[in-house]
């Protein structure tokens, strides 16, 4: 057993972060927790939207969670 | 399952901060003897939960400090720019490159749920033979040998339990799939 992933499952789970995403809760947020938020939702990328937002992974998980966007993994 | 049961995994930072927050946590210390934790990892957790898990763990020696040394840190630094050099690849980032370095040098689990490093691992003939799972592959495992509590009338609970600890989703494709796998392997015989 082993992790795949096809390009095109790329697509789906970047639909599904948007259309999760609570979009009022992201656009009340500081500008740079607010444009983190964003490049997660575009991207699923943890690590580079918790360098983005200035803050640990976890806290950026944290706060990944509070604005109802979905880990698609 | 593959024949040889593995000993060992490396899990980075976004596979163990959603997996800290599942109420079934501990099978992973069934799985293995000891999963390796980067040091940078120990940076990236703030919550008192998160920490007194990971503390309480290394102390029990179900987890263990991994110390990057300079020739891993080198070949982690190729994968990243192996994976930027490809406009068909998601970019790797170096934590989650390093876990790729340990796994082929060690033949560690990679522990992940980083896409961009499960991509880049299918497509690079020297990464391809590393065992990658995501909590989705490590759940189905524990399921498998029975370390998890399975009904086969609700084979999908332990997955949906993760998922909403973790407010994580597992593609449905991917989990019909292992949803498949388990009926056919422990269902068929009950």
């Known amino acids: ?73 | 399952m593959s024949a040889r049961e593995p000993e060992f995994a490396i899990a980075d930072t976004c596979f163990l901060i959603d997996w800290a927050r599942y109420r079934h946590r501990d099978v992973l210390f069934k799985l293995f003897k000891t999963v390796f934790v980067p040091e940078t990892i120990l940076r990236e957790v703030k919550s008192e939960n998160t920490i007194a898990w990971i503390a309480s763990n290394l102390a029990k020696g179900r987890l263990t400090l991994y110390t990057e040394t300079a020739d891993v840190v080198s070949e982690a630094t190729s994968i990243v720019e192996a994976s930027k050099r490809s406009p068909h690849l998601i970019s790797v980032e170096l934590p989650e490159a390093v876990c790729l370095a340990v796994g082929r040098r060690r033949g560690y689990v990679v522990l992940t749920e980083n896409r961009g490093l499960i991509l880049f691992s299918s497509i690079s003939s020297d990464y391809r033979d590393v065992a990658i799972w995501r909590a989705l592959e490590v759940i189905a495992m524990a399921s498998l040998k029975e370390l998890l509590e399975i009904e086969c009338s609700d084979l999908e609970a332990r997955f949906k339990e993760y998922e909403e600890d973790t407010k994580h989703l597992f593609p449905r494709r991917d989990l019909s799939r292992v949803v498949e796998v388990l009926r056919v392997e422990l269902c068929r015989s009950r």
């Open chain 1, 1 to 73: 057993m082993r992790a795949t992933v096809k390009l095109e499952d790329l697509e789906e789970a970047r639909e599904i972060r948007r259309r999760y995403a609570n979009w009022d809760y992201i656009r009340k947020q500081p500008p740079r927790i607010r444009v983190a938020l964003e490049y997660y939702v575009e991207t699923g990328d943890l690590y580079v939207a918790s360098r983005i937002a200035g803050v640990t992974i976890e806290e950026f998980n944290e706060l990944r969670i509070k604005a109802g966007i979905p880990n698609v993994c």
